[in-house]
């Protein structure tokens, strides 16, 4: 692995050695493990995520070392660089036409993706759901038993480099036509209703308690969020801006599906 990670910095600093096969070997033994689970773009260290910035340079290198080529699936035809991902009934993976995951992209036993897209260096977990025309873009991490639901937009990211993933931890519930992007960390168990938008600047806001509590680019574990709104004065005047509420929080259970339905219908959350 040491060995792997010199040779993509190495190809990082100077694009001319892409023309060595020893560097093009690295580069696809990268982007092949990246498939396989056994390498992660961001993993969570002693409690801490830490971005593996090398991997997200391999992916980057991979590109100019691809050819464009044309993807023949009658009556499809698609023209791309990167391969489509294959043999999911090895894989233990469901998916639905017209789902589509990318070489590169690992999905792990139990996943289910209806009509949805998986880019490559996402890493996907066992036992998520991916429903219908949602994404999750490259280098994004999505955790074990997360439902990513309609429509919702799970942001990617290559550069730059020391650039965080979107980042949803185990058991989430990311409701419809949710968008995250900007290395937002969404805690475990956490429920996002529908239509929540959260950027790297989104103001996150705690309204449950006597005192609000601003978070930012990070929502708090089993935390229940809905879109809400905040004056913000302009030359023009005062307008209302975009920002998320934290509601409450999903109770603490060992049946995590009674813990989502109990949350849901307390505080009347959309999904």
């Not at 550069?159 to 805690?187: K, M, W, Y």
Request: with cysteine; hydrophobic share 40%.
């Amino acid at each position: 692995m040491e060995q792997l990670k010199q040779n993509i910095e190495s190809a990082w600093e100077d694009r001319s050695q892409l023309n060595n096969p020893i560097v093009k070997e690295a580069i696809n033994e990268v982007i092949r493990l990246l498939d396989t689970g056994k390498l992660r773009v961001a993993e969570p260290v002693s409690g801490q995520w830490v971005v593996n910035e090398w991997v997200k340079k391999a992916v980057i290198l991979y590109f100019p070392t691809r050819q464009m080529e044309t993807i023949e699936l009658d009556p499809f035809e698609f023209h791309d660089k990167i391969p489509l991902k294959r043999n999911y009934k090895e894989l233990g993976v469901r998916v639905v036409p017209h789902a589509i995951a990318r070489y590169g992209a690992f999905l792990a036993r139990n996943v289910v993706m209806m009509p949805s897209y998986v880019n490559i260096g996402a890493y996907v977990d066992a036992g998520c759901m991916i429903d219908t025309w949602a994404t999750v873009g490259s280098c994004a991490q999505v955790g074990k038993g997360v439902h990513l639901s309609g429509g919702v937009g799970i942001g990617g990211v290559l550069e730059p480099v020391q650039a965080a993933p979107v980042i949803i931890e185990d058991h989430a519930f990311i409701g419809s036509r949710c968008i995250v992007v900007e290395g937002v960390l969404v805690g475990k168990e956490a429920v996002l209703g529908a239509n929540v938008v959260l950027t790297g600047s989104t103001r996150i806001i705690d309204v449950s308690g006597n005192e609000a509590v601003e978070y930012r680019a990070e929502v708090p574990d089993r935390s229940v969020v809905i879109p809400g709104s905040i004056p913000k004065t302009f030359p023009a005047g005062i307008y209302q801006v975009p920002c998320a509420l934290i509601i409450g929080k999903r109770k603490e259970s060992t049946d995590r599906k009674t813990s989502l339905n109990e949350a849901l219908r307390e505080h009347g959350v959309q999904v």
